[in-house]
């Protein structure tokens, strides 16, 4: 099974930057796509973006496109969310995540097979 680990959280003010990390280890022929999805507590699950493992494929929410931008760095198994123009709205637990198939982002409570422990990010204003 594949093993996630993320890194790189933090508290930022508003417009700032964090990129957070997604070292993947273990298997990494059990799943096709990787995920960065946010919680904010007492709502659901939203996934913010979406890669194919190859790279060739990336896909983001209205809300972060042109902010956020998701990457996979093949060689070192890592994916990547570099987060500019942050704003306080963005302020939440984000998990990397990796399924097989190909999962709708947005607030659908995206219910992926793997996860990691998640990663804090706090926006003050």
């Known amino acids: 099974l594949p093993r996630l680990e993320e890194s790189g959280g933090g508290s930022v003010q508003a417009g700032g930057s964090l990129r957070l990390a997604c070292a993947v280890t273990?298997?990494?022929?059990?799943?096709?796509?990787m995920y960065w999805v946010r919680q904010v507590p007492g709502k659901e699950r939203e996934g913010v973006a979406l890669i194919h493992k190859s790279g060739s494929t990336a896909i983001y929410v209205d809300s972060v496109k042109g902010r956020f931008t998701i990457s996979l760095e093949n060689g070192k198994n890592t994916l990547y969310l570099q987060m500019n123009s942050l704003k306080p709205e963005d302020t939440a637990m984000y998990y990397c995540a990796a399924d097989p198939n190909l999962l709708a982002l947005g607030s659908s409570n995206l219910i992926a097979r793997y996860w990691g422990q998640g990663t804090q990010v706090t926006v003050s204003s």
């Open positions: 273990g298997n990494t022929d059990t799943y096709n796509w």
